[in-house]
């Protein structure tokens, strides 16, 4: 899935910035109408050609020397961000984790999910309530004098910094700023404390003591059903702050119709565009149910088609569930890698028994598991007293349990219910 919601400038070769709100071009002077000797036009035009370029040159110099004077200071800028139309001079060496500008963990600093609140505040309400959590992010592309900036959404988690965001936004990038969109005047140096690329997370802080930070309320998006009214804020084309976007939840768990990387996400009708990645999904209660990070817009080549003859598809966004990923972003905070807690098996969905659930294909060797009895062909039909009928319902129990802690499965075996009781492994460790 490549429909990511960062926004780049430059956006490609012979992309251009949209016009700045507000902008009205001012009208050429009219011309006289002047007849030149036809002997004249080839010199004219030739000279006109050479200022032209001479002229465009000059500016493209200025305007590279004055942002590398800025992005020396990154307390500097004091204007709001625009769209900035750069020219990246690529280095032969390739960008890799290392060159992030990487800050310590922190493992007395775990977040949490707010209080199920059945409060349904207004449209307004709930942009004044979430507004001062949300920061602009910008990221500088590692590689040459004059850098292409990547820009989205950020989440504020904790007064002391911490933001929640996409991978997708700092990866290829070797700084990272963010800015208040309480306080557009001022950008602040942040580090990153974990990522989680597959399931386009990262984690960074920067120093928010003595400003007053409000902390986003973070929901539980297990309680969302499809249906329910959620919005999206964030900043779409880069330059336009806090746009807020209505709509509801349209589907849930989607995974195999989209990416399968583990997470089931939401689909929302609320608009999303370039810039919202790394934005909130908001519940009616102004709490954060979800991150936003991608669209689905059918603008792909078919069958050999023309970009032309392909479906543009509207209204549906995707966002990482919060309560799927907080375990994930507890575990970067605390240590600075993200984990995959796993049982260490190959499954399928299956019915047996006449019972729903998961059912064993193959068990590691030398996991807990295995030394705690379980065999190929049980049937996992609960774990830790949730149900299981399918992958993702266990997956989700595994996620929220960790490596540390414990899995209580109750398996069918030859028609019986059986208790198998064991940790968990790391698989990124594995």
């Not at 990547?150 to 963010?178: C, K, M, P, R, W």
């Not at 007293?385 to 129990?397: E, P, Q, Y």
Request: charged share 20%.
């Amino acid at each position: 899935m490549d429909n990511y919601l960062n926004h780049r400038w430059p956006k490609g070769p012979g992309g251009q910035p949209p016009p700045m709100p507000g902008y009205t071009a001012m009208r050429p002077p009219a011309k006289r109408r002047r007849r030149f000797p036809r002997r004249w036009l080839v010199s004219v035009v030739c000279v006109v050609l050479c200022l032209v370029l001479l002229g465009g040159t000059s500016i493209w110099a200025i305007n590279g020397l004055a942002n590398l004077v800025t992005d020396g200071n990154p307390h500097s800028s004091s204007e709001p961000p625009s769209p900035r139309h750069t020219r990246a001079i690529p280095e032969s060496s390739e960008w890799s984790l290392e060159d992030l500008p990487w800050g310590d963990p922190d493992p007395s600093v775990q977040l949490s999910l707010a209080e199920p609140d059945d409060t349904v505040l207004s449209g307004r309400d709930i942009h004044e309530k979430v507004m001062p959590s949300l920061v602009y992010v910008r990221a500088h592309e590692k590689g040459g004098y004059i850098q292409s900036v990547y820009s989205g959404t950020g989440i504020i988690v904790t007064a002391s910094g911490y933001v929640l965001t996409n991978f997708h936004i700092v990866e290829d990038t070797e700084s990272v700023q963010v800015m208040l969109l309480s306080d557009p005047t001022t950008y602040y140096d942040a580090k990153v404390i974990g990522v989680d690329k597959e399931f386009d997370m990262a984690v960074l802080k920067f120093d928010g003591e003595g400003l007053g930070l409000t902390p986003a309320q973070l929901g539980d998006s297990d309680a969302l059903a499809v249906g329910d009214k959620v919005y999206a804020e964030g900043n779409p084309m880069g330059y336009l702050l806090g746009t807020m976007t209505e709509g509801i939840v349209s589907a849930l768990n989607r995974e195999s119709e989209v990416d399968s990387n583990g997470l089931g996400l939401i689909q929302t009708s609320a608009a999303l565009n370039p810039g919202n990645s790394g934005g909130a999904l908001i519940n009616e209660s102004g709490q954060v149910v979800g991150i936003t990070s991608a669209k689905i817009t059918g603008l792909v080549r078919e069958d050999g088609g023309s970009l032309e003859d392909s479906a543009v598809i509207e209204n549906i966004g995707l966002a990482v569930p919060m309560s799927d990923i907080l375990p994930f972003v507890n575990r970067m905070i605390a240590t600075g890698k993200s984990w995959r807690p796993s049982i260490g098996i190959t499954c399928t969905e299956t019915k047996a028994d006449g019972r729903r659930g998961v059912q064993v294909a193959t068990v590691d060797e030398d996991t807990p598991a295995q030394a705690a009895g379980l065999r190929t062909g049980d049937l996992i039909v609960s774990a830790n007293g949730a149900a299981v009928t399918d992958l993702a319902s266990l997956r989700r129990v595994i996620y929220h349990t960790g490596v540390d802690g414990l899995l209580h499965c109750t398996v069918v075996r030859d028609g019986k219910e059986v208790p198998i009781t064991f940790a968990l492994i790391d698989k990124i460790d594995a």
